[in-house]
């Protein structure tokens, strides 16, 4: 009798596994001198304690330059944070907060600068929550620079690529610039820096490229803003300025 209770002891007493934490970079294209948006994306961290998180990104420096964070619209919005960019290849962001974080989706934005054509990875080194819990699962993101998607490619569901958009800055419309690989409905949204949606549009387009989008920003106030580009499965973003 006794065995029987010391093992229902054991059993109700054995540590119980923790989802990990998903965390995940982007796929993006553009031009070289271009500046893209590389959202820090997470799943579900309520209730997790999350007061902090350090992570070192590695890319390839002759693709593509990290210039610096923004946690304005991010999950991370009020935090500490502190920055190392004096490594080539690499990028260092440490950030804590009193409160926990809480909620899904981007964790952190940093800016980034298109330098050259080609390709380059965008992985984590390391990555961690509090002193490393709880425990974090990591994907990898892709920058391709002035190179278009191919059947040989590892992600060949990319169905268009975005080149950015004119005028910078923009004042009553801005044209954004796709190359459409299937013809279909192209959604475009518009968010500030608080990560409201401020203005949505979407066309039916052909497939082609070099196509303008002409997106309405005569309402909006003087600001930056990132805006998402949607076709199909594919997503991709862009920072825009707004002048007065």
Same mark, same amino acid.
């Given at each position: ?5 010391? *093992? ?8 119980? %596994? ?10 993006? &294209? =553009? ?33 593509? &330059?990290?210039? =610096? ?5 991010? !999950? ?17 962001? #440490? ?37 490393? /819990? ?27 690529? !975005? ?6 800055? #923009? ?12 013809? =279909?409905?192209?959604?475009?949204? *518009? ?7 401020? %203005? ?6 052909? %497939? ?8 309405? *920003?005569?309402?909006? /106030? ?9 076709? =199909?499965?594919?997503? #991709? ?8």
């Amino acid at each position: 009798m006794k065995a029987w209770l010391l *093992v229902l002891f054991l059993i109700g007493w054995s540590p119980v %596994a923790v989802a990990q934490i998903e965390v995940s970079l982007p796929e993006v &294209e =553009g031009d070289p001198g271009e500046s893209v948006v590389l959202p820090v994306v997470v799943s579900d961290i309520t209730g997790r304690d999350v007061k902090g998180f350090w992570f070192k990104l590695l890319f390839d420096p002759d693709v593509i &330059e990290v210039d =610096g964070v923004d946690l304005i619209g991010s !999950l991370s919005e009020g935090s500490l944070v502190a920055t190392n960019a004096r490594t080539e290849g690499e990028f260092v962001v #440490a950030s804590a907060n009193a409160r926990p974080l809480s909620g899904s989706g981007p964790l952190i934005y940093m800016t980034a600068t298109l330098i050259s054509q080609g390709a380059s990875t965008l992985q984590f080194d390391d990555f961690l929550f509090n002193d490393g /819990s709880p425990d974090a699962l990591l994907f990898s993101g892709l920058v391709r620079s002035g190179t278009s998607t191919s059947a040989e490619d590892e992600r060949p569901s990319t169905t268009f690529r !975005l080149h950015g958009h004119f005028p910078e800055p #923009a004042t009553d419309t801005v044209n954004i610039q796709v190359d459409l690989a299937l013809a =279909g409905q192209l959604q475009v949204r *518009v968010f500030d820096m608080l990560g409201r949606e401020v %203005a949505a549009t979407a066309f039916m387009k052909e %497939a082609g490229a070099g196509q303008d989008v002409p997106v309405d *920003v005569g309402d909006l /106030s003087a600001g930056k803003y990132i805006y998402s580009v949607t076709a =199909g499965p594919s997503t #991709a973003t862009g920072l825009l300025t707004v002048s007065r």
